[in-house]
C-alpha cells in the first residue's frame, strides 16, 4: 500500500528566502506524486505532478519538485518565498494497483515573515 | 459556473438530525470522491464514484451514506453523527479513477461540518 510522509508540519521562511517542503512516499509500484496547495478556507489546488515522465516538475506560481527514487522522496522548492505562498501544502501519492486511490500526507503550513 | 461546486459552505447540525452535503462539477468528469479533513490528520478518502459506480468504500460508517445520481452530482447524506464527525468535507473530481492519476483532482470549497 502507498504512504506519504511530511517532515515538518509547520515550516516557517523570510520573504525572498528559499521554500523546501519535504515530501518521501512509499509505493510498490513506480508511483504519481502530486502537490497540492490549500488557502484558508478554501479547497485543494493542485501545484505539480509527476507521472514517470521528466523528474524535475515544474509547476504554478514558481515552485518545482524533483522525483528522486533513490531517495523515495519528492521535495518541492521555490527559490524565493512571496507573502502570498502562506497556505498549507499536502503531498500526495496514487499508483495503479489498489483501485487508483490517492493518499494524501498531513500537510505543512508554511508562514512567510516579512 | 465551473470547477466544483459544494453546499452548503458551513453546517451546524445536532447529533439526530438529517441533513445532506451536495456537491456539482461543471466539468464533464466522471469520477467523484468524497474526502474528510480533520484538524491535524491527513486527508481521508471516504468514497469513490467511477462513471456513477462505487468503486470504493474506505470502511466508512453507516452514519454516512453516499449518493451520485449522475456524473455531475454527489451527495453525502447525514444521520445521527457523533461530535468527533466534525470536520471539512471535501469533494474532488477527475476525468476518470485512472487520469485521476496522470491530471490529478479538482477540489470544491468544501463544507464545515459541526456536529452539536
Known amino acids: 500500500a502507498q504512504s506519504v510522509t511530511q517532515l515538518g508540519s509547520h515550516v516557517s521562511v523570510s520573504e525572498g528566502a528559499l521554500v523546501l517542503l519535504r515530501c518521501n512516499y512509499s509505493?510498490?509500484?513506480?508511483?504519481?506524486l502530486f502537490w497540492y496547495v490549500q488557502y484558508p478556507n478554501q479547497g485543494l489546488q493542485l501545484l505539480l505532478k509527476?507521472?514517470?515522465?521528466?523528474?524535475l516538475v515544474k509547476g504554478i506560481n514558481g515552485f518545482e519538485a524533483e522525483f528522486k527514487k533513490s531517495e523515495t522522496s519528492f521535495h518541492l522548492t521555490k527559490p524565493s518565498a512571496h507573502m502570498s505562498d502562506a497556505a498549507e501544502y499536502f503531498c500526495a501519492v496514487s499508483d495503479r494497483t489498489g483501485g487508483f486511490k490517492t493518499i494524501f500526507g498531513a500537510g505543512t503550513r508554511l508562514f512567510v515573515k516579512a | 459556473e465551473t470547477g466544483v461546486t459544494q453546499t452548503p459552505r458551513h453546517l451546524v447540525m445536532g447529533m439526530t438530525n438529517k441533513k445532506s452535503l451536495k456537491c456539482e462539477q461543471h466539468?464533464?468528469?466522471?469520477?467523484m470522491y468524497w474526502y474528510k479533513q480533520s484538524a491535524k490528520k491527513p486527508l481521508e478518502l471516504m468514497f469513490v464514484y467511477n462513471f456513477k459506480e462505487q468503486t470504493e468504500n474506505n470502511s466508512v460508517p453507516s452514519r454516512f451514506s453516499p449518493e451520485c445520481p449522475n456524473s455531475s452530482h454527489l451527495f453525502l447524506h447525514l444521520h445521527t453523527l457523533q461530535p468527533e464527525d466534525s470536520a471539512l468535507y471535501l469533494c474532488?473530481?477527475?476525468?476518470?479513477?485512472?487520469?485521476?492519476?496522470?491530471?490529478?483532482?479538482?477540489f470544491g470549497s468544501g463544507t464545515r461540518l459541526t456536529v452539536v
Open positions: 466539468l464533464g468528469h466522471n469520477a
Open positions: 474532488a473530481s477527475s476525468q476518470d479513477i485512472g487520469q485521476g492519476l496522470d491530471y490529478g483532482y479538482t
Open positions: 509505493s510498490s509500484v513506480p508511483p504519481y
Open positions: 509527476y507521472t514517470s515522465a521528466a523528474t
